[in-house]
C-alpha cells in the first residue's frame, strides 16, 4: 500500500489550498482517512479524519470551521480543504489510514495508523 500526499505550497494568510491522498495498493471501503502535520519544532499533531464506515468527520481545535476533510471512494483518494489559512497551520501535513476499522475514541491517535503518505509542506506567509 502506498499513499500519496500533494498539494501542498506556499500561500499568503487567509487564503486557501486543498490537498490531495491517493491510495493505491488496495481499495480502502471502510477504514479512516486522516490528515496529521508536524510544524518545525512541534510535536505531531492530528488535523482532521474521516470514518468511511459511517461517513463521520472529525477535527482538530486548531483547525475546525477552516478546514474541511472528503473523501472520492471511486479515486481511492481522500482531501482536505484548507480555508482561512494562518501562520501557525505552516507544516508538513501526513495523509494516513489503516487495515481496519476503527474506534471513535482513537480516530485522532497517529499511533492507530498503518499507512502514511511521505507528507507535503504547506507554508502559510503573513
Known amino acids: 500500500v502506498q499513499l500519496q500526499a500533494s498539494g501542498g505550497g506556499l500561500v499568503q494568510a487567509g487564503g486557501s489550498l486543498r490537498l490531495s491522498c491517493a491510495a493505491s495498493?488496495?481499495?480502502?471501503?471502510?477504514?479512516?482517512m486522516a490528515w496529521f502535520r508536524r510544524a518545525p519544532g512541534k510535536e505531531r499533531e492530528f488535523v482532521a479524519a474521516?470514518?468511511?464506515?459511517?461517513?463521520?468527520?472529525f477535527y482538530g481545535d486548531s483547525v475546525k470551521g477552516r478546514f474541511t476533510i472528503s473523501r472520492d471512494k471511486s479515486k481511492n483518494t481522500w482531501y482536505l480543504e484548507m480555508n482561512s489559512l494562518k501562520p501557525e497551520d505552516t507544516a508538513v501535513y501526513y495523509c494516513a489510514t489503516r487495515n481496519r476499522r476503527i474506534v471513535t475514541s482513537a480516530i485522532d491517535r497517529a499511533g492507530q495508523y498503518d499507512y502514511w503518505g511521505q507528507g507535503t509542506l504547506v507554508t502559510v506567509s503573513s
Open positions: 474521516i470514518d468511511t464506515w459511517n461517513g463521520s468527520t
Open positions: 495498493g488496495r481499495t480502502f471501503s471502510s477504514e479512516p
